[in-house]
Structures are given as C-alpha cells and as structure tokens.
C-alpha cells in the first residue's frame, strides 16, 4: 500500500476520548465471533456500549476499526510476551524463553483467529493484512533480531544474516504447531506440546549459529 494512503487511514482514527478503549472492545468481541465481512456496525456498537454516532466520530469505516483492534491487540500480545528480560543469560536460556513464549502466541485462539480473517480478506483489503504483520510478526521479528545482533556482537552466536536468522528462528517455532491450527486440525495445545516444538526449535537453531 503506498505510504500515503497508510498515512491517511491512521490519521483517519480518532484516539481522543473516554469511549476509545470501549469501542475497541466492543468491536474485538464482534470481529472475533463474525469475522471482518459479517460483522456490523449495528452489532459492533450495541457491543460497545455506544452509538453508532459515537463508533463513526472514532471510525470512519470498519476497515479502519478492524485495523486499529488487530494493531492494538497484536501490539499488547507480542509485547507481554516477547520479553526477553536477560539478554545477557546464555543462548540456550534466552532463545528457549523466546520459543516458548512464541509457540504460546502461534497456538493463541486471537492469533488463529486475527489470521483467518486477515488471509480470507486480504485480497480485497491489503491494509489488513499489512496492518496484521506489522503489529504482530514484525515485532516479534525485530526483537529477535535486536537479541541476536546482541549475541553475536558478544561472541555467543555467529549469525551473518541476522534477519534471515531471526525469520528461520520463528518458523522453527511453527513446527507441527501452526499447520495443525489454522487448519483446525487441533485447537488445544498442551504446555508440554509447545515446550517439545520449542526445545526442538532451540536445538537445531543453536546447531547452526552457535559460535
């Protein structure tokens, strides 16, 4: 999407007044159960708690709503759990931390669902599906990256592309996770499921780039 128009649909959100947060709320709630095309502004609104007066004076449109929930909750979502609170532990500890955290968010019912929804409409509306990135894989990419820029600058890791390096660390992390969700093969994933991807993940990350 050319940068203008990007420029516009975040200038067209309203991040001033007392109602914001209850319309985001309100408008997650319906978005999850409905999806982006059946869901209405009716229901969004009756589940805010507000006026349809009130939902337009934030949002102009229900694409720029849908865009500003996935932006905050991805936003929320990835920050909580990618803290990496010691950078300076030894590879194994900090990449195992950091799979762990994000086998949790791959197996999240919100990922699976945002991702449904951001793929069925993606063709109509690229914003989505860009806004989707951004707010979630993107940041978690960069702080990945930020991590192991950090250990190879120490000597712990011998990584030449680290963006390359940290795109293969978060697909490890999918292994016989992802597929099985958004095809709806499993939707329940136990602790010690994601702790088996995720040690595997570290393992054959940590074969390649330790130093």
């Not at 709320?25 to 095309?37: H, I, L, T, Y």
């Not at 337009?56 to 929320?76: H, M, N």
Request: hydrophobic fraction near 45%; charge should be negative.
């Amino acid at each position: 999407m050319p940068q203008t128009e990007k420029d516009t649909l975040r200038k067209d959100v309203v991040r001033t007044g007392r109602k914001f947060d209850q319309v985001l709320q309100g408008a997650r709630e319906v978005f999850m159960a409905d999806g982006f095309s059946a869901a209405s502004v009716d229901d969004i609104a009756r589940a805010a708690g507000v006026s349809k007066a009130t939902l337009y004076s934030y949002f102009p449109d229900k694409r720029l709503l849908f865009i500003e929930v996935a932006r905050d909750a991805c936003r929320r979502q990835a920050e909580a759990a990618l803290d990496l609170t010691d950078i300076n532990a030894p590879p194994r500890d900090v990449l195992t931390q950091a799979a762990l955290q994000l086998t949790t968010i791959i197996t999240a019912e919100f990922s699976q669902r945002i991702f449904r929804i951001c793929v069925a409409e993606v063709d109509r509306f690229p914003e989505l599906g860009q806004a989707f990135y951004e707010s979630g894989p993107m940041l978690g990419r960069d702080r990945i990256s930020q991590y192991l820029k950090h250990a190879v600058s120490r000597g712990d890791l011998a990584i030449d592309d680290i963006a390359m390096a940290a795109d293969q660390f978060t697909e490890l992390c999918k292994a016989e996770l992802f597929m099985r969700a958004v095809f709806g093969i499993q939707s329940q994933f136990s602790e010690a499921e994601r702790a088996r991807v995720a040690h595997a993940a570290v393992d054959m990350f940590l074969a390649r780039y330790s130093a």
